[in-house]
């Protein structure tokens, strides 16, 4: 990933994750139970802390274009942001249980992210 794409796309995941967060407070407060407001709450976190990561490895990527353990660990990160607070968005949206199996995936991605994040980090 590129250092321009990453941010570009950091900056339009944190706008999303304002946006969710909004809403979920707003237009969604009287239409979830409090077990699902607390899901969404949870998505909308785990999608802000991922995009400010994803800021923050395309501003690595900026002086280190070569760094491709971070270039890897910025697409994990779109990756599990995707998978983790998206499955749990729509586990929230829709009550269908079945979508907390695809949450894992998401989390690994995240951890394999910050792995890759670190090493990349070390290395340059």
């Given at each position: 990933?590129?250092?321009?794409?990453?941010?570009?796309?950091?900056?339009?995941?944190?706008?999303?994750?304002?946006?969710?967060?909004?809403?979920?407070?707003?237009?969604?407060?009287?239409?979830?139970?409090?077990?699902m407001?607390?899901?969404?709450?949870?998505?909308?976190?785990?999608?802000?802390?991922?995009?400010?990561?994803?800021?923050?490895?395309?501003?690595?990527?900026?002086?280190?274009?070569?760094?491709?353990?971070?270039?890897?660990?910025?697409?994990?990160?779109?990756?599990g942001?995707?998978?983790?607070?998206?499955?749990?968005?729509?586990?929230?949206?829709?009550?269908?249980?079945?979508?907390?199996?695809?949450?894992?995936?998401?989390?690994?991605?995240?951890?394999?992210?910050?792995?890759?994040?670190?090493?990349?980090?070390?290395?340059?």
């Amino acid at each position: 990933m590129t250092a321009r794409l990453a941010l570009a796309l950091g900056a339009l995941l944190a706008l999303a994750a304002v946006a969710l967060g909004a809403f979920g407070a707003h237009a969604l407060r009287s239409r979830l139970s409090p077990d699902m407001a607390a899901v969404w709450q949870t998505a909308v976190q785990y999608h802000g802390w991922h995009a400010l990561a994803l800021v923050a490895a395309g501003l690595l990527l900026m002086h280190r274009p070569g760094a491709s353990a971070v270039g890897a660990a910025a697409w994990l990160f779109v990756a599990g942001v995707a998978l983790f607070p998206g499955s749990l968005y729509l586990l929230a949206l829709t009550g269908a249980r079945g979508l907390g199996a695809v949450t894992p995936f998401g989390g690994a991605a995240f951890l394999a992210g910050w792995a890759a994040f670190a090493w990349g980090a070390w290395r340059a």
